[in-house]
């Protein structure tokens, strides 16, 4: 903490004394993130953009102490639960938690809400809480299958379809657009859906395990990139180099793959980006702006200019948002650029 920092809390303390409480309330912005634990690149990109925004943030406000801390549940409900519990009885300000089931939550909402604590749900909403962080997964889904429609060629197109896990809500909304969006067009058969698990082991034995049974497979669709570089691998060591892959996250690695290779389509989440996004959120409330319910973030379809151009001579809707692969990387690699502190100065 600065000198300053310092003045500024003793300062705080002294004001709430003589009945003054605005610097004690405004003085420090205390944020935890409890995440399901998934070991993929994307969360390490929202662990280290969250950790470089909350250091960012900390720094331009000379008058706020910003702190963070984030949490994994390594794929353990149980772990999650015991997590909120433990959190809220340190009573930071702003929770982020990105639930395994919404559904386990609901009292534990009501618990930090009556100790003043903001919740912020994850990806999946909550009617129950402050705020829920959500992706416009159905949209993204659907332009990820109407992508596929016009990238396919108009010949007969098989696709297997990778889903989350059962009875989460994000993965269910994805896969529902994206079935909406192959639905557009009559050439394309699904020939295989099957869940994952958010797990790259299990990924990369469906892919195999499809490459066998549908030796006429075009592509793989998935609903996150984590399934993608297990099913590119499988595919290049079974020699099918002209297998198709339609993503959903914005992971930089996979995005590079764009440029003439065989990732066709992608969804610019990025966790860097929603990693810096989080404490601007969080710091937003703090100043006591006034957000959304359903905070709904902004993630553009990712395509290369190649295949735009290719997909928008097939039918493709010219007033879909399409950002193409080098405006897409510094975006996802600079979160600052939209969510640093300049952003609400």
């Given at each position: 903490?600065?000198?300053?920092?310092?003045?500024?809390?003793?300062?705080?303390?002294?004001?709430?004394?003589?009945?003054?409480?605005?610097?004690?309330?405004?003085?420090?912005?205390?944020?935890?993130?409890?995440?399901?634990?998934?070991?993929?690149?994307?969360?390490?990109?929202?662990?280290?953009?969250?950790?470089?925004?909350?250091?960012?943030?900390?720094?331009?406000?000379?008058?706020?102490?910003?702190?963070?801390?984030?949490?994994?549940?390594?794929?353990?409900?149980?772990?999650?639960?015991?997590?909120?519990?433990?959190?809220?009885?340190?009573?930071?300000?702003?929770?982020?938690?990105?639930?395994?089931?919404?559904?386990?939550?609901?009292?534990?909402?009501?618990?930090?809400?009556?100790?003043?604590?903001?919740?912020?749900?994850?990806?999946?909403?909550?009617?129950?809480?402050?705020?829920?962080?959500?992706?416009?997964?159905?949209?993204?889904?659907?332009?990820?299958?109407?992508?596929?429609?016009?990238?396919?060629?108009?010949?007969?197109?098989?696709?297997?379809?990778?889903?989350?896990?059962?009875?989460?809500?994000?993965?269910?909304?994805?896969?529902?657009?994206?079935?909406?969006?192959?639905?557009?067009?009559?050439?394309?058969?699904?020939?295989?859906?099957?869940?994952?698990?958010?797990?790259?082991?299990?990924?990369?034995?469906?892919?195999?395990?499809?490459?066998?049974?549908?030796?006429?497979?075009?592509?793989?669709?998935?609903?996150?990139?984590?399934?993608?570089?297990?099913?590119?691998?499988?595919?290049?060591?079974?020699?099918?180099?002209?297998?198709?892959?339609?993503?959903?996250?914005?992971?930089?690695?996979?995005?590079?793959?764009?440029?003439?290779?065989?990732?066709?389509?992608?969804?610019?989440?990025?966790?860097?980006?929603?990693?810096?996004?989080?404490?601007?959120?969080?710091?937003?409330?703090?100043?006591?702006?006034?957000?959304?319910?359903?905070?709904?973030?902004?993630?553009?379809?990712?395509?290369?200019?190649?295949?735009?151009?290719?997909?928008?001579?097939?039918?493709?809707?010219?007033?879909?948002?399409?950002?193409?692969?080098?405006?897409?990387?510094?975006?996802?690699?600079?979160g600052y650029l939209e969510f640093g502190p300049?952003?609400?100065?």
């Amino acid at each position: 903490m600065t000198i300053l920092k310092k003045m500024t809390a003793t300062l705080a303390v002294a004001g709430g004394l003589m009945g003054t409480t605005a610097l004690a309330d405004e003085g420090t912005l205390d944020i935890v993130f409890i995440n399901d634990g998934h070991v993929a690149p994307y969360h390490v990109a929202w662990l280290s953009g969250f950790e470089d925004a909350i250091a960012a943030y900390d720094e331009a406000f000379s008058d706020l102490e910003v702190t963070g801390r984030w949490l994994s549940a390594e794929g353990s409900l149980e772990k999650m639960i015991q997590q909120a519990e433990v959190t809220i009885n340190e009573k930071p300000d702003v929770m982020f938690v990105n639930a395994i089931n919404v559904d386990a939550f609901e009292p534990l909402v009501a618990k930090a809400q009556a100790e003043g604590i903001t919740w912020i749900a994850v990806h999946s909403p909550m009617e129950s809480a402050d705020y829920s962080f959500t992706l416009g997964d159905v949209t993204n889904g659907r332009n990820q299958g109407l992508a596929m429609c016009a990238l396919s060629g108009g010949e007969p197109f098989q696709v297997g379809v990778m889903l989350g896990q059962a009875g989460n809500p994000s993965g269910e909304a994805r896969r529902q657009g994206i079935l909406e969006g192959i639905s557009s067009c009559d050439n394309i058969e699904v020939v295989a859906e099957q869940p994952a698990d958010w797990d790259t082991v299990k990924a990369q034995s469906i892919a195999e395990n499809w490459l066998t049974q549908f030796p006429d497979l075009d592509a793989i669709s998935g609903v996150t990139d984590g399934y993608m570089y297990p099913a590119i691998a499988v595919a290049q060591n079974s020699g099918r180099d002209d297998l198709q892959f339609y993503g959903y996250d914005g992971d930089v690695p996979i995005i590079q793959q764009m440029e003439g290779g065989n990732v066709m389509a992608d969804i610019l989440l990025s966790g860097t980006r929603e990693g810096w996004n989080f404490v601007q959120m969080a710091y937003r409330i703090h100043k006591g702006e006034e957000l959304d319910k359903v905070y709904d973030f902004f993630t553009p379809l990712v395509l290369s200019e190649a295949n735009h151009e290719k997909a928008l001579a097939n039918g493709f809707p010219e007033d879909i948002e399409v950002f193409y692969v080098d405006r897409a990387l510094e975006v996802a690699t600079k979160g600052y650029l939209e969510f640093g502190p300049d952003s609400v100065q």
